[in-house]
């Protein structure tokens, strides 16, 4: 499924870190994000959503929520004016207090239901596909630091860049969550001609002595997970090579389900 996460530091109030095309199903599929009969009729332990771009694939899920949901959403003031200017996102509009923006700011951290802080990092980013003709600057996307009793996990779903300032960030970190789109640069060339290489869209590939896991081997987290994993990526075959060289190197494979307690 198309990446979704949802963290919670008491079990009962959750914060979604986007919304996939596939929320809905993922919703199904955790009772911990499902209505209580305890809350009343109509109810949802969704308490917000933070938005780390624009991109379809984290976007989506919010037309898909039940409709007149009241939502509250944490984004920058870029992406807010992404989706207002698309027609679709009208929908979210439709009565009072429908919605509620919070402002993001890159390194000015929020607090979020159930005693979690979030710090939002400036990434690298563009404007997706869909909104090109619009007239917005580049817009960049974010990572996402959380911290709740003592932990600290790094989210970096999307990484088109490493830097020093990225690589103190996952040092400092309890568990890391890096993008593992891809496995090669031309690995969707491979698969579909006329397709873009990874790093032209954003995502710096695993394998070779500039892919994550050579730059990212002497990070000091204890735990790194492989996150948002492309499905023409050789990794999630268990029975690989490439899969063994991510295990062996110290890393863990972010699987659809998988949880952190």
């Known amino acids: 499924m198309q990446l ?13 870190v986007n919304a996939s095309p596939d929320l809905r199903f993922q919703i199904e599929a955790n009772p911990e994000l499902q209505p209580s009969v305890v809350r009343g009729r109509r109810n949802t332990p969704i308490q917000s959503i933070i938005l780390t771009s624009a991109d379809l694939d984290q ?51 929020f607090h979020l239901p159930g005693g979690i802080t979030c710090t939002p990092k400036s990434m690298l980013g563009s404007l997706p596909f869909y909104a090109k003709e ?5 817009l960049a996307s974010l990572g ?20 020093s300032e990225l690589l103190a960030l996952y040092d400092s970190s309890d ?3 890096v993008d593992g789109t891809f496995w090669s640069d031309a690995e969707l060339s491979e698969t579909h001609s006329g397709t873009p290489l990874a790093r032209s869209i954003g995502h ?17 987290a204890p735990r790194k997970v492989f996150i948002h994993i492309n499905n023409t990526n050789p990794v999630l075959d268990p029975r690989s090579e490439e899969y063994k060289q991510v295990i062996d190197a110290g890393w863990e494979i972010g699987p659809d389900g998988w949880q952190l307690n």
């Open 144 to 163: 996402l630091v959380f911290e709740s009793g003592g932990l600290r996990l790094a989210y970096t779903p999307s990484l088109p860049e490493i830097t």
């Open 175 to 177: 568990i890391i969550l």
């Open 204 to 220: 710096i590939p695993m394998s070779g002595d500039d892919g994550t896991i050579a730059l990212l081997a002497k990070v000091k």
């Open 134 to 138: 619009m007239d917005f600057p580049r």
């Open 59 to 109: 976007v989506l899920g919010l037309l898909l929520l039940r409709e007149f949901q009241p939502l509250h959403i944490y984004a920058t003031p870029l992406v807010r004016q992404v989706l207002e200017a698309n027609s679709f996102f009208r929908m979210l509009q439709r009565i009072p207090n429908q919605l509620t923006w919070t402002p993001v700011i890159p390194g000015v951290s």
């Open 4 to 16: 979704q996460a949802a963290l919670s530091g008491d079990g009962e109030n959750w914060s979604l």
